[in-house]
Structures are given as C-alpha cells and as structure tokens.
C-alpha cells in the first residue's frame, strides 16, 4: 500500500509565495518520478512540474516557468513545489503522484498513486 499526501496550500494574496509538500510512504521512493498536477473547477486536471527519480530532470508547464520550482529529497520521501508570484489563475486543488517509471513525464497515466489534493487560493 503507497500513501501520498500533500500538505502546504492555503488563500494568499497575487504576488505572495507558498510552498507544497508530499510524502510517498510505502515503495522505493528513490526509483520514481514525480508529478505536480493540479485541477481547477470546472476544468481538467492539468501537469504542473516533474521531477526525475535522481532529480537530474525536471519539466515545468510554460504557465508556471519562471514561478514554480520543483525539488525532491530522497531521504525524506518528500517532493516540493515551491510557487512564487502565484497568480488568480493558479488557483487550483494541486495533486502529487507517484510515476511508475524513473522519468519525468507531463503525462497523468505515467503516474500511478495519488494523493487526495490540497487547495491553493489565490485572491486578486
């Protein structure tokens, strides 16, 4: 049984920062990419930022570049992403997953354990 869990969202302000957490308890945490995704209402979820197994490779959609830095530490189990200058259209429940592969990928299928979601508010 893998456990994911996301931790860090909350309501601020355009222009103020917030820092996601995950843990992926119960496999090998070092052999699996990770995913950032995130889904607003009444639209599809969508690829945030990925990060390799080792953290060699990392991806970020263009809408976050620049904003949004993913990071991992395998000795925790735990993946970050960092979001600065957030934005009202970052507003969104932000989903981690687990890849079933060592490569980071944009793709939701390429992950295969999922936490329940933690809502990121950003009021204008």
């Known amino acids: 049984q893998v456990h994911v869990a996301e931790s860090g969202g909350g309501l601020v302000q355009a222009g103020d920062s917030l820092r996601l957490s995950c843990t992926a308890l119960?496999?090998?945490?070092?052999?699996?990419?990770m995913g950032w995704f995130r889904q607003a209402p009444g639209k599809e979820r969508e690829f945030v930022s990925a990060?390799?197994?080792?953290?060699?490779?990392?991806y970020s959609a263009d809408s976050v570049k620049g904003r949004f830095t993913i990071s991992r530490d395998n000795a925790r189990n735990t993946v970050t992403l960092q979001m600065n200058t957030l934005k009202p259209e970052d507003t969104a429940v932000y989903y981690c997953?687990?890849?079933?592969?060592?490569?980071?990928?944009?793709?939701?299928?390429?992950?295969?354990?999922w936490g329940q979601g933690t809502q990121v508010t950003v009021s204008s």
């Open positions: 119960g496999r090998d945490f070092s052999r699996s990419a």
């Open positions: 997953a687990t890849g079933w592969y060592g490569y980071a990928s944009q793709r939701p299928v390429d992950y295969n354990y």
């Open positions: 990060i390799s197994a080792s953290g060699g490779s990392r």
